[in-house]
C-alpha cells in the first residue's frame, strides 16, 4: 500500500515535470524571440551612441584644427633671411584687415572689372594705417599655413595607407627609403645649387624628387625580382627598403662627415630643413598638385582602401585586385610623403605617429581613420610651425622635425600604454 | 545553380599535381565537405576552384559557363569564400568587417542605406547582431567565424566556399557553426567546405568529396562514401559508423574511432 503511494507520488511528479517541460518548450521561442529582440535594441543603443562619440571626436578635432589654423594665420613669416626677427603675432583685427584687403583686391574684381582702379588706392590707404609690409607678411603667412596644412594631411595619410597595406602600426614610407633618398637629392643640390632653394627651386625639386622617388624605385624593383618576378612579397619589400634605408644613411653620413667641406655642409642643412622651400611659388605648386593627384584618389577610394590591410585572396574574392589597390596605396602613400619633406624638411616621424593615434581615438574603418588623420596630422603639424616660430636658440631656427618628434613623444608613449591590447 | 568541376588537376607546381581528375558538383540548397588527410590538397582544391592559383587541367563551369576567364568582379557576384584562419589586421567593428562584402556591389560608391541594411540582414542570419560595434578582434572564435561567413552573405552570392570553418573551435561553437551552415543551404544556398571530420558531413546530410594522397576521389552521398572502409584508406585509422535515432525520428551516424 504505502509502496503504491509511493508509486503513484513518483508517477505524479512524472507527469507534472512532463507538462513544465513542455509548457517551458512551448514558451522558450517566445522568451528567446523577446531575448533577440532586447540584444538588438541594445545593439542599436551602442550603435547610436558610438556613432554620436565618434561624431563628438571629429567635431572636437575639426574645431581644434580650425582655431589652430587662425592662429598661424595671425603669425608674420619669419623665414630664414629675417632669422632672429620672428616670435610677433599681429593683433587678430589687423590679420583680418588684411584678408579683407586680399579679397578685395584678389576675388572681388573677378565680379566687377570697375574695382581694379582701386587696387593702388586701396593699398595706399591700407599702409597708412597699418604697420609696413603686414601685408605681404600676412598673406604669405595664409599661403604658407595651407601649405602646411597640407603637408600634414599628407604625412599622416601616407602613414595610413603604409600601416594598412603592411599590416603594421610601425610602417612608413621611411621604410622604403623615401627620407634618405630625400637627404641624398639635398647633398646633390648642395653641390650643385645656388645656394638657396629660392634661387634655384626647379633643380631643387628634381634634385629631392628625383633621388626620393629614385630610392622607391629601387625597392620595389629589387623586391619584385627577388620575390620570383611575380607578385610583390610584403616581407621582401621591408628588408629590402631597410638594407637600401641603411645603405642611403651611411652614405649621406659619409659624405657629410668625410668630403662636404664647412660651407657647403652649411648650404645642405639649410636645404635639408626645406629652407625658403614654403615660400616658393613653384614648390608651392608642385605640392599642390601633388596633393590632388594623391589625396583626392585616397578620399575617392577610402572605403575600397580598407581591403588593403586584407590578403590577397580575401580581396580578389570580394571582387577586388587588392594587389593592385595595395601597390596604388604604396605609390601614393611614397608620393605624398616625398612631396611633404620636400615642401617643409623632415618630419617624417608625423607619418608614424598619427596614424597610430588615430587609430587608438577613432574606429578602425579606413573612412574614419582618413578623416581623422587629415585632422589631427594638419592641427600636430601646424602646432609643430607655430612652436617654432618661437623656438630659437640663439639665431638657430629648432628645425621642424626635432619639435615634431619632442611633442609627439609624451603623446605616442601616452596611447601606447592606453592602447595596449588593441593590437598584437 | 550548379558548380561542375570535370576532371581537374590542382597543385603548386606546374606538373606535380597533387590531386588528378576531380569531378563532383554542387547545387543550389546542397552542401558539399571536402574530406581528406591534412597535404592531400583540399585548400589547394578551393583555390584552384576560385581561381586563386591556376588550373592544371579540367575545367570548371558555373551553370554551364566556363569559369576560367571570369574577372575577379564577377566571380565575386556568384561565389564568396571565407578563407580558413582569418587573422585580423586591426580591430575593425564586426559590421565595418561585414560591411567590405558589400564592395563588389557597390564599385566605387560609398556604402548606401541599402547597404548597411543587408550588412544588419546578414548578421541576423547569422545570431551576432549583438556583435555589431564589437571590435572584430575581441570575439570568440566562433564568432569569428560567423562574422566571416556573414560577410560573405553580404555579397549575396549563389554559392558560399567554406574553407575549414570549424579549425580550432570548441565543440559548442563547431555545433553552431555546422547548425547555421545547414539553415543556410536550407535558404537555397549552395554551400562547398572543408572539414577534419566525417561527422559534419554526417550532421549537414552532404555530399562528400573524399580526397587521398595516393588514390583517385571519390564522390557521393555521405552515407555512400565514409564508409568504414574508405575512412580507414583515407586517414590510416580504424572507424566504426554507428547509428541512432534522434527525438524526431531521424537516424544519424557518426564515426567513432576503433583503438
Known sequence: MVSGNKDRGYVSRIIESARALRERDAFEPASRMVGDTISAARAKAETRAQGKDTRRVVIAFGLATAFIAL???????????????????YPLGDVLDCYRLWFD????????????????LKLAQFSQTHEGGMYTMVTNRAMATAIVAVCGMMLAVSGLLFQASFRNPLATPSMLGVSDGVTLGCIVFAWLGNGSISEDPGLYLLCVYGFGAAAVVVVLFLSRGISGGARYNVFDM??????????????????????????TWQLFYNVQQAGDALHDPLVQGVVAGVFVITVVPALMLRFRLNLIAFSNDEG???????????GLALVLGATMQLAAIASIGQVAMLSLAVPFLVRYLMPSDFRSQFLGNCLIGTALLLVCMIIQHFALIGIITVPVGTIVSILIIPFFVWVIALGRGRWS | MKLAVRDMSCGWETGRPVQRYVNFTVASGEICCVL????????????????????????????GENIARWSPKKLASVMAYVSQGHTPPFPYKVRDVVLLGRTNKMGYAQPSASDYQIVDNALNDMGIYDLVEKPYTDVSGGELQLVMIARALAQQPQLLVLDEPTAALDYGNVVRVISKVRGLAKKGYGVIMTTHSP?????CNSNVVLLQRNASMQFGRAVDVITERNMRDAYGVGVKIVEFMTREGEIMRMCAPVF
Do not use: E, W
Not at chain 1, 627598403?241 to 653620413?253: C, E, M, W
Not at chain 1, 580578389?316 to 595595395?326: A, E, F, N, P, Y
Open chain 1, 71 to 89: 592662429l598661424s594665420l595671425c603669425l608674420p613669416y619669419r623665414g630664414i633671411d629675417t632669422m632672429g626677427s620672428g616670435g610677433t603675432i
Open chain 1, 105 to 120: 583686391l584678389t576675388i572681388a574684381p573677378l565680379f566687377d572689372n570697375t574695382l581694379y582702379n582701386l587696387t593702388t
Open chain 1, 238 to 263: 621591408l628588408l629590402l627598403g631597410t638594407v637600401i634605408t641603411q645603405l642611403l644613411n651611411g652614405v649621406n653620413a659619409f659624405v657629410q662627415n668625410f668630403v662636404m667641406d664647412y660651407g
Open chain 1, 316 to 326: 580578389r574574392m570580394m571582387g577586388v585586385r587588392s594587389g593592385l589597390l595595395r
Open chain 2, 36 to 63: 581528406g588527410p591534412n597535404g592531400c590538397g583540399k585548400s589547394t582544391l578551393f583555390k584552384t576552384v576560385l581561381g586563386l592559383i591556376p588550373r592544371q587541367a579540367g575545367s570548371v563551369s558555373f551553370d
Open chain 2, 199 to 203: 561527422d559534419h558531413a554526417f550532421m
